[in-house]
């Protein structure tokens, strides 16, 4: 045991003399284990399966303008020597991201949320600013350490997202958090970066404040990394206009833009929310219109959907459900692939059969890497998995927790499991998407005066204040364009 800590000392301290770099930002010296080439090759692996896992949005000219706009400040940023790519995500969860090696993504979600070009651009260039400062890399580069740290002491921990697509070596990279310096350093970078390409950095900060009132209102939905927990958002917003005026100063900036009225006309139409075609929840229900099926959420669990997968969650993450089609011709080659790609051990399965469907239930173990010399152990993770053929395709729908939580899973996962049906309620089927309108003001106001002309419920007027990046009771002028939401 002596020897082998030694050994990962040595390791370690190789690392530690053998991974520094310069830092294009800074010019001074990083820790960082991975070179430019195979940072560059991680993005490279990495964009296709973010693309498969979220999917491209439909429209030409968001996708035209983001490509636009990144390259042009891409080309002044501090690693213009870089192949770069944006792109919009089809999801509504509002977020924009970075990965190691120049790719860049907005959702959906978040499009909608802006306001005009200038808060657009503060965000692209915060984004621009984690590769330029390689911020990606070095917490990769921390990761890794700290993984050649662990395999000595570690036996094993009932890790549920290896079941995921999202466990991934490149999707991982969605999932690394920066600290404190990193995001004041993105934010620095993202006022000096959008100032150089002639936008407002002030509307940046004014972003951030809708952010935060997006999230307390919604109480649930996930924000942006460059938000969440790190710098208080009060604070943030007064730098951010400090940063701005001064970069203004340093550009010799006299007409910063805005474009508001341009961005607002270019996403009418955009899709807000869940769109139901991709499945939709309503009441603790899941529904998908396309693949006409339907299954119960349990209550307080949470929901997360891609064009791959339906995940649920408790709020304690203490177990998980997952939701994909299975490879296979029938149900009992489906579950040799099942048993075989995840390294499972059944432990009893059975034909049941599910409203009326033809299905497999199977419960399988995962046992942990044995090491020498030790006594078999228990198993880390127990599943409970039903495979369901139902419209010329396999369901897997399967339940992981540790196997001394499963007991307490087991009638939640099965409960879930055995309310999946075909879905033929008209009204479900041809659910239309919400889509953001934009709407021309016909006579001075307030906001909430304006939003009741267009017939916008009580119960939503909120939202869409925020939507609008407004307070209800500011005035707005005839002939402004505000968004509302229709079908």
């Known amino acids: 045991m002596r020897k082998h800590t030694f050994n990962l000392f040595l390791i370690s301290v190789f690392l530690l003399f053998n991974s520094c770099a310069t830092n294009p930002v800074t010019g001074g010296r990083d820790f960082i284990l991975v070179s430019e080439e195979q940072e560059i090759a991680m993005g490279r692996e990495a964009d296709p399966q973010i693309v498969a896992q979220f999917g491209l949005y439909e429209d030409p000219e968001l996708q035209k303008f983001i490509q636009e706009k990144g390259q042009q400040m891409a080309a002044i940023s501090h690693r213009p020597n870089i192949k770069y790519e944006f792109k919009i995500l089809d999801s509504p969860v ?37 590769i330029a400062a390689r911020h990606s890399a070095q917490q990769q580069s921390k990761a890794v350490l700290a993984q050649v740290g662990l395999i000595a002491g570690m036996v094993i921990s009932p890790e549920f997202a290896q079941f995921a697509d999202a466990a991934s070596q490149g999707v991982s990279l969605l999932f690394l958090k920066f600290g404190r310096d990193d995001e004041r350093e993105s934010d620095l970078l993202g006022v000096e970066y959008s100032t150089k390409i002639g936008y407002d950095a002030t509307e940046m900060a004014d972003f951030f404040l809708t952010l935060q009132r997006q999230q307390e209102q919604s109480g649930a939905a996930p924000i942006p990394d460059f938000l969440s927990t790190h710098p208080n958002p009060g604070d943030r917003y007064v730098r951010v206009h400090e940063l701005a005026a001064e970069w203004k100063l340093k550009e010799n900036v006299t007409k910063a833009e805005i474009n508001r009225n341009d961005y607002l006309r270019m996403i009418d139409g955009i899709i807000y929310g869940e769109d139901p075609k991709q499945g939709f929840v309503e009441n603790n229900v899941f529904y998908h219109p396309v693949l006409k099926f339907q299954f119960q959420i349990p209550p307080t669990w949470s929901h997360m959907n891609s064009p791959q997968q339906v995940q649920l969650a408790p709020k304690d993450g203490k177990a998980v459900m997952i939701l994909t089609l299975a490879p296979g ?48 152990q228990q198993p880390a993770v127990r599943t409970l998995t039903y495979l369901i053929q139902y419209g010329g395709n396999i ?24 309310s999946f049906k075909s879905l033929t309620d008209p009204a479900k089927l041809n659910k239309q998407a919400e889509r953001v309108q934009i709407k021309t003001i016909q006579q001075s106001g307030t906001l909430a005066q304006a939003l009741k002309t267009f017939k916008v419920p009580d119960a939503r007027m909120e939202e869409l204040a925020i939507l609008n990046g407004m307070e209800l009771t500011d005035k707005v002028e005839k002939g402004m364009l505000i968004k509302v939401i229709g079908t």
């Open 94 to 130: 509002i977020n924009a991201f970075a990965v190691p090696g120049g790719y860049v993504y907005f959702t959906r979600g978040i499009m909608a949320y802006f306001n005009n070009e200038a808060q657009f651009a503060g965000v692209l260039g915060h984004e621009i600013g984690h």
């Open 329 to 376: 011709e029938t149900l009992e080659a489906a579950a040799q692939q099942m048993l075989q790609q995840y390294k499972l051990q059944p432990v009893d399965s059975k034909s049941v059969t599910v409203n009326g469907l033809p299905a497999l239930a199977i419960v399988a173990d995962q046992q942990p890497e044995q090491q020498q010399g030790q006594q078999q």
């Open 395 to 418: 369901y897997s729908v399967m339940g992981i927790t540790s196997a001394a939580d499963f007991d307490a899973y087991f009638q939640t996962f099965s409960n879930t499991m055995q």
